[in-house]
């Protein structure tokens, strides 16, 4: 299956991401109780729940990396967490403002929603320094997946026992009955969520696009350093280790 | 709490949707950045004729 093309994608997620915002403030009622502040709702929960899938698409990545050994497996799983802590540094920030403006704090340690989160982002944020720390290919591929695989089962798990847990004052979204928005609220958040969703496929793409570039730079590079005949290096080829270098 | 009055409750959604559109605005063109380089690169080395034919 080919990838959609990164010119065909990122004018249809900017259109959708126009149409949601515009929807959240021409379209959307005010919500009765919270007035006019919840309309972060609109950005900051889609954003949430796009990069905790992002967690979870990362391990299903490291998953079939770990079946196939296709290296292209493990760079889509490291984009896919890369853009996911992106995104969950929006939730926290979002989240925050919201926070401060609604409940006149800024953060709220005795929260599970908010403190579950910050985990499983922090979780996430040891994912780089653990890469890169690993100087063999190979190696750096097969941790990283491990990694991505034990961090993205622990997301779900972390969800359940949040939606356990007996007190809280972050607001539930997703519940059993579909929550308890208006007609009006409800398509809206869903334009919101599918403009977020399309969003963060448009940005993978754009990443791995300039992966697979620089993937290609090096391999040229390194096929002029090996092909130049002995004698005085010419000052266009740069030298270059021979030895495979792992994803940056 | 009571709903914050318009001018103070704006405040806030503004500096929600800025922060969405700082983050993705500065990663696009960090990664735009990097692409063009790369490929300004690419096409340096591809045209080059020291490029050994495979």
């Keep these: 299956m080919r990838a959609p093309r990164l010119s065909t994608l990122a004018p249809i997620s900017a259109a959708l991401l126009a149409a949601a915002f515009g929807s959240v403030f021409f379209y959307a009622p005010v919500d009765a109780d919270q007035g006019f502040v919840q309309k972060i709702f609109y950005v900051h929960v889609p954003m949430a729940i796009v990069a905790l899938s992002g967690f979870v698409a990362g391990g299903v990545m490291g998953i079939m990396y770990l079946r196939t050994r296709d290296r292209r497996w493990d760079l889509r799983g490291y984009v896919a967490i890369h853009l996911s802590i992106i995104f969950g540094v929006g939730v926290l920030l979002t989240g925050s403002i919201w926070a401060r403006a609604s409940w006149g704090h800024w953060w709220v340690w005795d929260e599970p929603t908010l403190v579950s989160f910050l985990i499983v982002f922090l979780l996430f944020c040891t994912y780089q320094p653990l890469r890169f720390a690993i100087e063999d290919p190979e190696r750096q591929a097969r941790y990283a997946a491990v990694f991505a695989v034990l961090g993205g089962a622990f997301v779900p798990l972390n969800f359940l026992a949040v939606r356990l847990a007996q007190a809280y004052t972050h607001p539930r979204v997703l519940g059993a009955t579909g929550g308890s928005m208006p007609g009006g609220m409800r398509l809206t958040f869903l334009l919101c969520l599918g403009a977020v969703a399309l969003l963060f496929v448009t940005l993978c793409a754009l990443e791995l696009t300039t992966k697979r570039a620089a993937g290609r730079l090096r391999r040229l590079d390194r096929s002029r350093a090996v092909d130049v005949p002995a004698g005085p290096r010419p000052a266009s080829v740069p030298h270059r280790r021979p030895a495979a270098r792992a994803l940056r | ?54």
């Design chain 2, 1 to 54: 709490m009571p709903a914050l009055p318009l001018d103070e409750a704006g405040r806030y959604v503004a500096a929600a949707y800025v922060v969405f559109v700082v983050l993705i605005v500065v990663y696009v063109a960090m990664m735009a950045t990097k692409l063009t380089r790369i490929e300004r690169r690419l096409a340096a080395l591809e045209d080059d004729p020291a490029e050994p034919r495979r």
